[in-house]
Nanobody, 115 residues
Framework: QVQFVESGGGLVQPGGSLKLSCAGSGSFFTLYHMAWYRQAPGKLRELVASITSGGTTNYADSVTGRFTISRDNAKKSLYLQMNSLKPEETAVYYC?????????WGQGTQVTVSS
């Protein structure tokens, strides 16, 4: 059974940093293309960053240069280092496969950027 559990969110001031973690399960994590998504209040969920099974990364234009996605296959874990955070990036952040699978959405982790 595949499950993803996100952690690491919290309250941070504008310009601050956070590192999110995603713990995966299942036997084939190494083979998955993975991604971070976020959903702000009143908005649709959007793709933030993705990483292929081979480690190739891709980012939304709005986070390029500030966010870094990485993975540790031995730990079945996915990470998102977020720097220079902006108030408009307040959202619930989720990890999932890329493309996303509906059954695999977890609870997400809340990130609030506010002074």
């Amino acid at each position: 059974q595949v499950q993803f559990v996100e952690s690491g969110g919290g309250l941070v001031q504008p310009g601050g940093s956070l590192k999110l973690s995603c713990a995966g399960s299942g036997s084939f994590f190494t083979l998955y293309h993975m991604a971070w998504y976020r959903q702000a209040p009143g908005k649709l969920r959007e793709l933030v960053a993705s990483i292929t099974s081979g480690g190739t990364t891709n980012y939304a234009d709005s986070v390029t240069g500030r966010f870094t996605i990485s993975r540790d296959n031995a730990k079945k874990s996915l990470y998102l280092q977020m720097n220079s955070l902006k108030p408009e990036e307040t959202a619930v952040y989720y990890c999932n496969k890329q493309p996303a699978v509906g059954d695999y959405w977890g609870q997400g982790t809340q990130v609030t950027v506010s002074s």
